[in-house]
């Protein structure tokens, strides 16, 4: 049987089996070591495929990091090490300097350290890196309760659309398409959440493959049902502003469109911080699967293997 | 500038200036986490550069697990946990399964368990690995003192002669070529030696690049001269029999045969333990570079992008 008719997570359902492992499937490995609670988490950008050689180098850096640090937000956690596992095919080392570069500012910004890494020669580029954060209390998709509202932490679709202006590759672009493309090529973790998560919620994510994917996911781990409300999810005034220059229809981007990196998560309705940019977009309900206004929502989001 | 014309060794120095890191350059990094030491490692094996797709895949999995164990005994540590990255093409599922069944068999070996990862789709299989250990002592490359002995734990050369038997495709393998094979595809790592390590060593690093290379890294990151003697090099009778039937020469395999994952370290020549199959092979001396036998020792081991 091929992966492709698995699917990405089916075929990682399979690879838990062989590992009889119950504690894969979440954004990050909770560990304990002494009196603390580790985090271990790894994500990869492969060239051509997460990048292109086109994009500034330095960007490529700091979505690197910051898309390790958004699942160890998720998770509730703040990072303290990174190793970086480079691919690598014999290309000018100025860009390579530049990637680092980036990094060295990601990880300057969100106050963490490259301390290590590996260097392979291959035909193209790819960027793993390996994360350790810690947390006070790990917080995973699987807790998500019945009452709980469910919330993100900011607009989504925006990635998604800034990638296809990316790839139009017009002469000239307006401001509101420099700013979609900016939120595709340097995405922020959402670190201003992590003491919240930690503290109030009971299931939580990041928002990589898309709403409607990633809340698939959070309602099967935790086996229940999430109601979603469209006019609930935030949309940005630049997706709006896309979405009418090119015809496009907004929610699609926000439910299919990945790498936003926003966060996903649950808790009591009361727990609303004033603080911080959270939207309640749904409740958690008995049952399974994700509704929005009332309709079964079909996982529409990003797998690797289902491509079409 | 490409890579090519630094080389990896190169290469890695400019990307430390850009990170300012004073860590980067040994198999592991050591961090403090409450009164912990922990050490943090990556290596990852590539399709049709360190396997191919032929080789038995539990012994991919057992191979992948142990180079990384292998950098963590090199440091005095032991390994607790481990991420999986992988980069995969739409193959069949159960040569996967058979990987992973590989790493599980020596994660129950070496005491660790794969706790997460990640999959991405790609055009060839990478297999990252990711892993997070422990230490009483951390042991680096920088610290051979003037007087030490220079200690291999084992039979150097084996590896490159198993690879060479693998790619000859014979109908039929002698015994000892069978073994030799055995060592290329299924290395152990040497944690019989991480307590001697922690205890005694002043520098240490395992040998993944060949003796040459990896004896001229040590005594470069320790600032000092390694002398070493060839008659004192372990030679494995399988090598010798190797030799004899094709007209090799047994010293050239040991310096420049990499992937033998045995250990090379530097203490007071007096802290021999009988218990282990530790081999005095050269002293440290003051100065710099590697000398066999009185003569200058190039670096003929591997360098990912000095390979002619």
Redo the contacts between chains.
């Keep these: 049987?091929?992966?492709?008719?698995?699917g990405?997570f089916g075929?990682?359902e399979?690879?838990k089996k062989?590992?009889?492992?119950k504690?894969?499937g979440?954004d990050?490995?909770p560990?304990r070591?002494?009196?603390?609670t580790?985090l271990?988490?790894?994500?990869?950008l492969?060239q051509d495929?997460h990048f292109k050689l086109t994009y500034p180098p330095t960007a490529v850096g700091w979505k690197v990091i910051s898309v390790n640090v958004s699942d160890l937000t998720a998770s509730g956690g703040t990072p303290?090490?990174a190793?970086v596992?480079l691919?690598?095919?014999?290309?000018?080392?100025?860009f390579?300097?530049e990637v680092?570069?980036g990094?060295?500012k990601a990880c300057e910004f969100y106050r963490c350290?490259?301390?290590?890494?590996?260097?392979?020669?291959?035909?193209?580029l790819?960027i793993?890196v390996?994360m350790?954060g810690?947390t006070g209390r790990f917080v995973g998709r699987r807790g998500a309760k019945r009452g709980d509202g469910v919330f993100v932490s900011g607009t989504l679709g925006d990635s998604r659309a800034g990638l296809e202006l990316l790839l139009m590759e017009k002469k000239n672009y307006e401001d509101f398409e420099l700013r979609l493309i900016e939120k595709h090529l340097r995405p922020t973790a959402r670190v201003d959440f992590s003491k919240h998560i930690s503290k109030y919620a009971n299931a939580s994510m990041d928002i990589s493959d898309g709403l409607s994917s990633d809340a698939q996911k959070l309602a099967k781990a935790s086996g229940v049902k999430l109601s979603l409300f469209s006019e609930r999810i935030p949309l940005s005034q630049e997706l709006l502003t896309f979405c009418k220059k090119y015809r496009k229809d907004p929610l699609y981007y926000a439910l299919s469109g990945g790498e936003d990196y926003e966060l996903l998560f649950t808790h009591t309705p009361e727990k609303l911080n004033p603080f911080l940019s959270m939207v309640q977009i749904g409740v958690v309900e008995e049952g399974e699967g994700v509704y929005l206004d009332g309709s079964y929502l079909e996982p529409t989001g990003f797998d690797?293997?289902k491509?079409l």
């Design positions: 049987m091929k992966v492709s008719e698995l990405e075929f990682i399979r690879i062989i590992l009889e492992s504690v894969i979440d990050t490995a560990i070591v002494g009196d603390r580790l271990l988490t790894c994500d990869v492969l495929k303290l090490y190793l596992s691919v690598l095919p014999d290309m000018e080392v100025e390579m300097e680092y570069l990094m060295k350290e490259v301390v290590g890494g590996n260097v392979s020669k291959g035909e193209r790819c793993d390996f350790l810690e690797h293997f491509v």
